[in-house]
């Protein structure tokens, strides 16, 4: 926790959800995430309440540097939902012969 603490980043404070999963209880995060909230100003904890209940990655912006990139970027941040919606729909817009490869492409990997 210190060393999040120290780094600040939201990749290491990501990092702390496999963690806190592998070795705390879900009552004894439950305990900490109401220890934190309580800890907050009232605004400050509802924003940041809601931030982890209900707000996800939003939609994806413009590509930085690819298009891959950026996308690999927003699933990180993306509720399981959000991920499974874009992906159908981009799927749905997909020209037939790119659906294919595409099909083609992820049985090749559930196989390996």
């Known amino acids: 926790m210190s060393y999040v603490l120290t780094l600040g980043t939201q990749v290491a404070w990501w990092g702390l959800v496999p963690v806190f999963k592998a070795r705390l209880t879900a009552q ?35 590509p930085i540097f690819s ?10 941040w993306a509720e399981p939902e959000e991920r499974e919606a874009y992906c159908l729909a981009a ?3 997909m020209a037939p012969a790119r659906q294919a490869a595409f099909l083609e ?7 390996a």
């Open 28 to 62: 004894e995060r439950a305990a900490l995430a109401f220890m934190s909230l309580k800890s907050m100003d009232r605004d400050d904890a509802v924003m940041t309440a809601e931030a982890a209940l209900y707000a996800g990655a939003g939609q994806p912006q413009a």
């Open 67 to 76: 298009f891959m990139d950026q996308a690999n970027s927003w699933a990180a």
């Open 91 to 93: 799927f749905n817009r």
């Open 105 to 111: 492409f992820v049985q090749r990997r559930a196989c």
